[in-house]
């Protein structure tokens, strides 16, 4: 009798969670704010965190405060973040994760994701497909295709397979 009261438990837990996130998903508001934007940003080695310190270039100075999240081991990017942000002054604002494919996103992303989903802060999910992949989705895109607000490609290859993403050509 024990058991079966909680498997019950269980399940009504499961459910509302289910539900919760059915709701956040279906209902997500699309606007980004006019007022300040939080940005969480992903980097990873290499060319990802040159082209996503590009992309940060041409967003306004509304997108502040940025956060970084890199490897430990990624010294190279520390500093070109480093000397990025010595260049552009930071306000308070909203939340919102900007990333364009490494592995790392994946979790952060979760974390973004599971803060709308219990209604503790919205946050918008804003993923850029990096400029190499021309004719298929990364691992990270493949996932995040279905949980981002807004999910850019820059090849029209892509834009034809994924009708949700936005194409504007190559923006980085």
Known sequence: MN?????????????????RLWLVLCFRKGG?????VRVLVVAGS????????RLLGSLSKDYNPRHY???DTDKMSAVKIRL???????????????CNGPGTCIPICASALLLGILGIKKVIIVYVESLCR??????????LYHF???????????????PKSVYLGRIV
Not at 5 to 13: D, E, K, M, N, P
Not at 84 to 98: G, I, N, P, Q, T
Not at 153 to 158: E, T
């Open 3 to 19: 058991f079966l009261l909680c498997l019950i438990a269980v399940g009504g837990v499961a459910a509302l969670v289910l539900l």
């Open 32 to 36: 980004i704010p006019t007022a300040s």
């Open 46 to 53: 290499g060319g990802h965190t040159t082209e996503i310190l």
């Open 69 to 71: 999240v890199l490897a």
């Open 84 to 98: 990025f942000e010595e260049k552009r002054a930071e306000r308070d604002s909203e939340s919102l994760v900007l």
């Open 134 to 143: 021309v004719e298929t989705l990364s691992f990270s895109g493949k996932i």
């Open 148 to 162: 981002s607000d807004y999910f850019f490609v820059q090849w029209p290859a892509l834009k034809g397979k994924y």
